[in-house]
């Protein structure tokens, strides 16, 4: 399995990602601190839809 030996390109690796690890992690702590998602997504030049799944850990799970 790819995503077990390491070779899986997810997260920035992947050569098509808007985001890093760094604003994965700022943007968890941007909306747990209250700031909206809507507001973050126009930010990073993203749709909501994925900043809704960044904070609900079905996208970029890899993070902590």
Known sequence: ???RNG???RG???GQAKL???AVR???RRVADG???RHLAS???VVNSIINRIVKRSRWRHVT
């Open 26 to 28: 700022d943007i968890r």
């Open 12 to 14: 920035e690796r992947n």
């Open 43 to 45: 930010e990073y030049g």
């Open 20 to 22: 890093n690890d760094d």
């Open 1 to 3: 399995d790819d995503a």
């Open 35 to 37: 700031e909206t998602q």
């Open 7 to 9: 070779v899986l390109n």
